[in-house]
């Protein structure tokens, strides 16, 4: 999804940090195996990531999607030495993909993979968090946002992906979209919403990044 021209986003790209090689391995092996490599964060994001985990310093992390592994990784990188981060994904396929990858990070021991339905893990969990990072289906975006608040400390930063869904949230809404339409449900209740300040951001697919006031 590029909304500048390719050759401009090339330019950003190369002008941005280098993508570490164990990134590098995971997006490899990643396309080579698993089904719909694109929902990767990628080089550029993964960067963005990375950058934003940094600049919060970030002792608890929550992530809701793992995918393969990769934005954790980016996110891990700004992560306090004591600590630790939680990642919750549905398909227990990727399970030993993800941990190998974990593993071979300095990040492996502190991070901790939670296998099933986000909505019935985060109220088990005996945690606040300074980063959350929402990235899983969209139809929950919305259930996602009402389950953390209270979980997430102030000035605590949501980072929420695909907000843009390539452009549909411009597009006449069709009946039977039910991600589009708690995307733009979602979108609204980060604007509106008084216990927090956002800025949507077009950075590939969108992303917003919302701080707990």
Known sequence: MHFIPEKLDDYVVAHSENEPELLQQLTRETYQKI?????????????????????????NILEIGTYTGYSALCLAEGMQDSGEFH???????????????FDK???????????????????ELDKTFDLIFIDA????????????????????????DNVLWSGKVLEPLK????????????N??????SRIETVLLPIRDGLTISRKL
């Open 188 to 193: 609204s209740l980060l604007k509106e919403d």
């Open 137 to 160: 289906d969209k139809e929950n975006y919305p259930n996602y946002f009402n389950l953390i608040i209270d979980k997430l400390n102030v000035g605590g930063i949501i980072l929420s």
């Open 35 to 59: 089904l719909q490599p694109r929902m990767l964060s990628g080089h550029y994001q993964g960067r963005v990531l990375s950058m934003i985990s940094k600049l919060v310093n970030p002792k």
């Open 105 to 123: 990070s300095e990040y492996g021991h502190q991070i901790f993979q939670h296998l099933g339905n986000a909505l019935d893990i985060i109220p």
């Open 175 to 186: 009946p039977d979209d039910a991600s589009t339409k708690a995307l733009l449900e979602y």
């Open 87 to 101: 990642t919750m994904d549905v398909n227990e396929e990727l399970f030993d993909f993800q941990r190998k990858y």
